[in-house]
């Protein structure tokens, strides 16, 4: 069964830091694109992030072009998001999704970052 | 980059066929895949449609999707509504970055 489940997220101060992990199972991860995704409050879904399988090649969205990086642990199955001088409108629920060429087929639960003073 | 633009919401009663459509701003819709995705409350998103017209496995064929080059947009069509079809529905598409529409909200009454 696939499954990809986030964690990391919180309640964080504007300027501050904070990294998302999404831990995968039940596929080969190094075969897929992964790709990070978000919703405000009772917003739509936002792209934000990127990566191929090999992990050279990121892309992200302007937003977050310069703060935010995506990586990824073949060894742990896990693809992760270092988010940098957050700020109010970063606040989200954070998904992480498979790429099967096309569509985002699988997709995890969310995490939820906040940030606030 | 181009942007999707959906309707915010619509509303059908059941049994009946509603249209959500998926208008792109620049570029050639049929130039990249258009692919739909369902989101429930409080879920994640699920595919309804990809490559434009193609239904995953466990999808009903209750759900069709399109493109027409003429309006350069896409549609997602849903017929024989039922009550657990309601939901936010977001097109999604690709140039040199990944898009999605702004979501249509379907209520069904």
């Known amino acids: 069964e696939v499954q990809l489940v986030e964690s990391g997220g919180g309640l964080v101060q504007p300027g501050g830091s904070l990294r998302l992990s999404c831990a995968v199972s039940?596929?080969?991860?190094?075969?897929?694109?992964m790709h990070w995704v978000r919703q405000a409050p009772g917003k739509g879904l936002v792209w934000v992030s990127h990566?191929?399988?090999?992990?050279?090649?990121?892309k992200y969205a302007d937003s977050v072009k310069g703060r935010f990086t995506i990586s990824r642990d073949s060894a742990k199955n896990t693809v992760y998001l270092q988010m940098n001088s957050l700020r109010a409108e970063d606040t989200a629920v954070y998904y992480c999704?498979?790429?099967?060429?096309?569509?985002?087929?699988?997709w995890g639960q969310g995490t939820l970052v906040t940030v606030s003073s | 980059n181009f942007m999707l633009t959906q309707p915010h919401s619509v509303s059908e009663s059941p049994g009946k066929t509603v249209t959500i459509s998926c208008t792109r701003s620049?570029?050639?819709?049929?130039?990249?895949?258009v692919q739909w995705y369902q989101q429930r409350p409080d879920s994640a998103p699920t595919p309804v449609i990809y490559?434009?017209?193609?239904?995953p496995s466990g999808v009903p064929d209750r759900f069709s999707g399109s493109i027409d080059s003429s309006s350069n947009s896409a549609s997602l069509t849903i017929s024989g509504l039922k009550t657990e079809d309601e939901a936010d529905y977001y097109c999604?598409?690709?140039?040199?970055?990944?898009?999605f529409g702004g979501g249509t909200k379907l209520t069904v009454l």
């Open positions: 490559e434009d017209n193609h239904r």
């Open positions: 990566i191929s399988s090999d992990g050279i090649d990121t």
């Open positions: 999604q598409s690709y140039d040199t970055t990944w898009v």
């Open positions: 620049s570029g050639s819709i049929a130039s990249n895949y």
């Open positions: 999704a498979r790429d099967v060429g096309v569509e985002f087929d699988y």
């Open positions: 039940g596929f080969t991860f190094n075969s897929h694109w």
